[in-house]
Nanobody, 124 residues
């Protein structure tokens, strides 16, 4: 079992920045890959970024490339999502998720454990 807890969401103006954190517990953190997804009201959950077990490989959705950076600190059992140049369309609930088998997968159905989500609201 893996437990995931996100934090760091909030209200920010367009062009601003936020850093989301996801603290993991349970199975050894360095043994599985992680991803960030988001879900806006009335929309499906969509992939934003993912990172491999070691952090050596990262993957991004086209709409966040150059603005968001995913990273992980295996010593702290935490994965981060640094979000810069935020836009109103980035408003959503952001979820971290654990993939116990592969890294870099884009479908939310491939992930095994989920956090409760953290709200990000970007005002124009």
């Amino acid at each position: 079992q893996v437990q995931l807890v996100e934090s760091g969401g909030g209200l920010v103006q367009a062009g601003g920045s936020l850093r989301l954190s996801c603290a993991a517990s349970g199975r050894p953190f360095s043994s599985y890959a992680m991803g960030w997804f988001r879900q806006a009201p009335g929309k499906e959950r969509e992939f934003a970024a993912a990172i491999s077990w070691s952090g050596g490989n990262t993957y991004y959705a086209d709409f966040v490339k150059g603005r968001f950076t995913i990273s992980r600190d295996n010593a702290k059992n935490t994965v981060y999502l640094q979000m810069n140049s935020l836009k109103p369309e980035d408003t959503a609930v952001y979820y971290c998720a654990a993939d116990m088998y592969y890294s870099g997968r884009y479908s939310p159905y491939e992930y095994d454990y989920w956090g409760q989500g953290t709200q990000v609201t970007v005002s124009s």
